[in-house]
């Protein structure tokens, strides 16, 4: 078995086997993770660390290296995960917390997207160690890199607003990046964490700021893997683009008036 394979059934396998012990947790350690979804049915965050779980598990069974992929898996989901647990769910969007700290009120969300920045800013720099000559300044391309790891953390947990839509979006980009070779060990991880997927489609868990986050930060590194420094910084200016435009524009809503968008966020729930 290749390296990248056993980097995806590895993860798969985690999801399955984490998501079954979920599911056995006795009431009072499943309780804080509880939620009510757009659909106001009750639904489980614990999607979030069983992602994380299987993501870590998968990174480390693929090839090296793998450091900065632990990083940008684990971090982001701890952040995540506080801000799940303790946020505060009256302030949304980067504008709502940005107004808080300009108000004197520091919260979890602040917190986490400051803390989003520092660890995309060390694994920026961590890749920036390998960058062969004629790429360009390695301080400048790190800083597009972070931006686009921090940034993928934050739009994948922007899309995780409906059953399976963020779950979709990873998994397909995630296919797509296991062609590039840099890519291959984290784009395993992101591939086989739609293990999770049959529990995320029915409603029953999502991912929560804590798998989203770490999802979407695994995603950014595929990406800063898997494309070259122009490639690198289209995609850092399409994730800023799209996060701003989430301040004024829904996008369920624009999803929800497009046909074909429409039916692929539709595709597997239950009608």
Partial sequence: ?????????????????????????????????????????????????????????????????RRTAVLVTLAPGLLGGV??????????????????????RITTGALKVGGLGAVAMVAALMESASMTTGEG?????????????????????????????????????????????????????????????PEDLAGESMLGDCGANALGALLGLALVRGTGPRGRLVAAGVVTGLTLVSERVSFTRVIESTPVLREIDAWGRPR
């Fill in 1 to 65: 078995m290749s390296d990248v394979a056993r980097a995806l059934t590895t993860t798969l396998a985690t999801a399955r086997g984490l998501t079954a012990l979920v599911r056995a947790l006795p009431d009072g350690l499943s309780r804080p993770w509880a939620r009510t979804n757009h659909a106001r049915r009750p639904v489980t965050l614990l999607e979030g660390p069983v992602v994380v779980g299987a993501a870590l598990a998968g990174v480390l069974a693929g090839p090296a290296p």
């Fill in 83 to 104: 801000d799940d647990l303790a946020g505060d769910s009256t302030t949304k969007g980067l504008r709502g917390h940005l107004g808080a700290l300009r108000s004197g």
């Fill in 137 to 197: 300044s390695p301080l400048r391309q790190a800083a597009v890199d972070s931006v686009l790891i921090a940034g993928s953390a934050n739009l994948i947990n922007l899309l995780d607003l409906r059953p399976g839509r963020a779950l979709k979006v990873t998994t397909a980009v995630g296919a797509v990046l296991l062609v590039p070779t840099g890519s291959r060990s984290v784009a395993a991880a992101l591939v086989g964490a739609a293990g999770v997927l």
